[in-house]
Each structure stands twice: as structure tokens, then as C-alpha cells.
């Protein structure tokens, strides 16, 4: 019992642990049989907590954003393609793509969101609910949508282990048989060697009012003649032979709780300390009250012997004897904002926000600003990589299929061998970019990377702004143009290649260095 950790967090005789009675089993009994639970307290506090609302959206705007954009990236030599012609293919793919993605009508069953909206409210469902599903369809193309695919997104609590009820899968039974003698697991229908099988999705919300009887549908997670999905799960996991997710706000549910409760209190204590109430004590009794006569434009006091009203300007009369003894709380706190901004750390610690991001309130120094925002960065590409893998990869295989097997785009080999099918569906999702907290700087340091082959002039584009090198030589190459035409003469080689001149260049990088030599001991001092 003192060997080892027997003598150290395993320990049951230490003061400080015995009383330490940590209980865990499964993944189904510690996951599945809460989250119920743990979804509609986490999106009530997203509704009503201004932390949690950030925690949030500052996720939604650094990994989505406006949407994640296709960037065809085929493996040409894999397809025995020039660069020209492998150019023409990836433009024509996201001319097709965007024909598709960007009208609500073409990509959404609803007919509410384009896909930049669906990634949106997806990537927001998946952090509050701890995952989402989109279900693919197949709809009659038309003149105007030339494609039938589409896409129907599923709240977390639709989907879940059926039941004869049909109000709602009981919490410490969330684990039942399908037919096939397959195990489900909250929904997910999983066979002996643990792998999907098929996802069971309810018609109604658990507990929905006004809503019509509950029938419950199986849709198999990929088709038997194609292999594509029929359905997507975007999800973190945390566990092995976890099959549904876990809220992203579930660690920090009860500090958020407990800081909206004393914000709330703080605030409401501060309301009422500003109220200018007068009590007035006198012999005649409160029915005579000279303050209120009849026919007065004053609010009339209550005539309840146990009320009294505080408010603006507000006059009580009281009965003879009475006396009023007010605290004194000195609202707002002085310790509120230190206070609010620890626990704010703590949070962000656990939701990997620093807390300058999270309350988006930047008073430190430069680099200590730009520590926490590339610590946040670190998170945000992590969490957008899981979603282009678990939504935006599968919809754009999915696409590519139908739009080949249409005729629309030639790609030979798409459907006999992998490794082709493979090379066409290279692609890089680009998203918002981590922005610049001092541009001078950051684009010197760009400059010099690319003057020694550490990065690309592509790579530092999509960094500093999210845009694309190509595009921007070819509007550059227009622009320079229009100048030479507009003013007879203009450099050559700027012309052409839309850059600046080494010369120029490296001015610019010396007196960028000189400034940021003359700021870092300005910030020293």
C-alpha cells in the first residue's frame, strides 16, 4: 500500500487523498450516459454566458470563419499531367466545386445554408453538443443544380440508441441491440470488432413539444456499392472505444456556471446600490402619504404591509416604529476584475484560449500578446485539420465521384485504381489566417524566411491573410497592365512578376530591422 503511487495519488491513508474517491468505468457509462446532460448545460450557457459565448465563437472565427476554401492540389506526377495541364484541372475543379458549394439550393437539403454556412454551424453544433452529423442525400438535378448531392445536418441528441417509448432513450441505458445482434452504443450502431456499422437517427427531439410520433431511421455509415459515406460524425475523441462526443465546454461547465452567477451578482448588487430610495418614518401612518396623493403622475407604492419598493426616485412611507438598515457592499467589488480574469486563465487554460483571447481585451506587451495568440493558433489548426478530415475531405470525395461519374470533369482512372482516385482528390482547405498584431514585423520576417528557402511565397500568403499567391501574381500581372498602358512606362521586371526590386527589398528589410531592434528596447524598458 506505500509502494509507488501507493504512497502518492494512490494513496487511501494520506489526509489529503483518502477522502479522494475518484469512481470511472467505460466510455459508454462515463460519456454516453451524461451527455445528455452535459449538452443542454452547455448550450445554456452558451446562450447565456459571455464566456462560454466566446469560448464559442472565437473557435468559429479562427477555424472557419467565412468558410474553409478548396485548393485543388492534385499529385500531377502521379497522373502523368504538365504543370499546365495540371493547373487547367484543379481550376475547372473548384470553378465545378463552387458552382455547387455556393448556392444554399444546390448543397444544403434545407435549402438554408451554402456550404461556408454549413461548415459554420457545424463546427458550433460539434463544440457545444461534443458532435454532429451530416447525412448525404441524393435529390433530381435541375437546370440550375446540376448535382443531386446534398447535405442534411443532424443535431447530436437525434441521434440515439431507439426505444419503444419513443420519448427518449433512458440515461443509464443508452446501450441496446439492432436486430443484426450488433451492439449500439447511443446511436452508433457498432459490430463485434468495434467498427461502424450504421447510425440510428430519430425523427423528433427528445422531449419536443407539439411533435408527431417518434420513428426512428438506420442509415448504414457507407454505401455497399460505392463506399462513400452516408453519413458524417465530426467528432473529438478522447477515449479509445468512444463512439460519441463530449460538449467542448464539459471541463469548465461548473467554473463558467459559478462566474456567471457572481458577474450576475456583481451586476445586479451595482443596479441597486445606484437606486435613490427614500424611506420616511412618520406619526401619521403610511396611509397618509402626501408623496402619492390621488391624481398624482407618481408611480403608486405599494400598499402591502410586508413590500417595500426600491427604484429610481422611489419614496416609501413607512409605519410608525419602522426603521430601515441597509448593508454597505461598495459594489462593484475591487477585487471583481482581477477576480474575473483568474478564473478567466483557468478556463482558457482548459478550452486552450489564453484568456486575453477569450475576454479579447489585449493590454500586454507585444510579445507577450503575440505568445498567447500563437499559443490559441496551435489549437485553432489542430481543430480545423479534425474537421476538414471528418466534413469537408468526405463531401469533397463524395462531389468529386458525382461530378466525374457526370462527365462534368475528366479525370481516367478515377474509379479503377485507388492510388489515381487518390491523386485527384489532393486538396488543402484554406482558412482565416492568424492575423498580424504588428504587420512591420511580421511581414520582415516573411521577407527573410523566403530569401532563405524556409518558407514559400504561397505558404507566407495563406499565413499572413488567408489569400493565394497565384491568384494575386496573376491580379498583380493585370493591375501593372493597365499601369503601363496608363503611364507608357513602367519596370519591366515588376511588371512581369508583380515583386519588388532586391534593391528595394532590402531597404525595406533594413530599416523593418532597425525598427524592430529600436521597439524591442522600447518594450525592455
Excluded at 14 to 35: H, L, Q, V, W, Y
Excluded at 60 to 73: C, D, E, M, Y
Excluded at 275 to 300: H, Q, R, W, Y
Aim: with cysteine.
Amino acid at each position: 500500500m506505500n509502494k509507488g503511487y501507493g504512497d502518492a495519488g494512490a494513496s487511501w491513508h494520506k489526509k489529503a487523498t483518502k477522502g479522494f474517491r475518484a469512481m470511472s468505468g467505460s466510455p459508454k457509462e462515463d460519456i454516453d450516459a451524461n451527455n445528455y446532460t452535459l449538452r443542454q448545460r452547455a448550450r445554456m450557457l452558451y446562450m447565456a454566458a459571455p464566456i462560454a459565448t466566446s469560448a464559442i465563437r472565437t473557435n468559429r472565427t479562427n477555424v472557419v470563419g467565412i468558410g474553409l476554401q478548396l485548393k485543388s492540389r492534385i499529385d500531377r506526377e502521379a497522373l502523368g499531367m504538365t504543370q499546365e495541364a495540371a493547373d487547367a484541372w484543379q481550376a475547372q475543379a473548384e470553378r465545378e466545386f463552387a458552382l455547387w458549394s455556393e448556392n444554399k439550393r444546390a448543397c444544403d437539403a434545407t435549402g438554408v445554408n451554402n456550404f461556408a454556412a454549413m461548415q459554420q454551424l457545424a463546427l458550433s453544433s460539434w463544440l457545444v453538443s461534443g458532435d454532429v452529423f451530416a447525412v448525404v442525400k441524393q435529390y433530381e438535378p435541375t437546370p440550375l443544380t446540376p448535382y443531386s448531392l446534398r447535405l442534411h445536418l443532424i443535431e447530436a441528441d437525434r441521434v440515439a440508441t431507439p426505444t419503444t417509448s419513443g420519448i427518449i432513450t433512458p440515461m443509464l441505458l443508452t446501450t441496446g441491440k439492432a436486430a443484426n445482434g450488433n451492439t449500439i452504443y447511443d446511436g452508433v450502431e457498432v459490430n463485434d470488432d468495434g467498427q461502424i456499422e450504421a447510425y440510428h437517427i430519430r425523427s423528433t427531439y427528445p422531449f419536443e413539444l407539439g411533435s408527431t410520433t417518434t420513428t426512428w431511421a438506420r442509415v448504414q455509415a457507407y454505401g455497399e456499392r460505392t463506399g462513400l459515406p452516408n453519413i458524417l460524425h465530426v467528432m473529438e475523441s478522447e477515449r479509445p472505444d468512444q463512439y460519441r462526443g463530449v460538449s467542448y465546454l464539459a471541463q469548465v461547465i461548473e467554473p463558467l456556471l459559478q462566474l456567471r452567477r457572481y458577474t450576475e451578482s456583481e451586476l445586479t448588487a451595482a443596479v441597486v446600490e445606484s437606486f435613490f430610495t427614500a424611506f420616511i418614518k412618520t406619526e401619521a401612518g403610511a396611509g397618509d402619504n402626501p408623496f402619492n396623493e390621488v391624481g398624482s403622475s407618481l408611480p403608486e407604492v405599494s400598499r402591502d404591509p410586508n413590500e417595500y419598493e426600491m427604484g429610481p426616485g422611489q419614496i416609501n412611507i413607512m409605519e410608525p416604529g419602522e426603521d430601515v438598515t441597509f448593508a454597505d457592499p461598495k459594489r462593484p467589488a475591487s477585487g471583481f476584475n482581477t477576480f474575473l480574469r483568474a478564473i478567466c486563465e483557468q478556463v482558457g487554460a482548459a478550452l486552450e484560449i489564453p484568456a486575453d483571447l477569450l475576454l479579447k481585451s489585449f493590454n500586454s506587451s507585444y510579445s507577450a500578446s503575440r505568445a498567447a495568440l500563437m499559443e490559441a493558433w496551435k489549437a485553432f489548426r489542430m481543430r480545423r485539420k479534425w474537421f476538414v478530415d471528418d466534413f469537408c475531405t468526405p463531401v469533397y470525395e463524395i462531389w468529386l465521384s458525382e461530378a466525374v461519374a457526370r462527365g462534368r470533369i475528366s479525370a481516367p482512372g478515377f474509379f479503377a485504381d485507388p492510388a489515381i482516385r487518390a491523386a485527384y482528390l489532393g486538396a488543402e482547405w484554406i482558412g482565416p489566417s492568424q492575423g498580424q498584431l504588428d504587420p512591420t514585423k511580421e511581414i520582415t520576417a516573411e521577407i527573410l524566411a523566403i530569401g532563405e528557402g524556409i518558407t514559400t511565397r504561397e505558404q507566407a500568403t495563406i499565413r499572413l491573410n488567408g489569400g493565394q499567391w497565384d491568384a494575386n501574381v496573376d491580379q498583380l500581372t493585370r493591375e501593372n497592365e493597365k499601369l503601363r498602358a496608363a503611364q507608357g512606362q513602367v519596370d519591366q521586371s515588376t511588371a512581369a512578376s508583380g515583386t519588388i526590386s532586391a534593391a528595394l527589398r532590402e531597404a525595406i528589410v533594413a530599416e523593418a530591422i532597425k525598427s524592430i531592434k529600436e521597439g524591442d528596447k522600447h518594450e525592455n524598458a
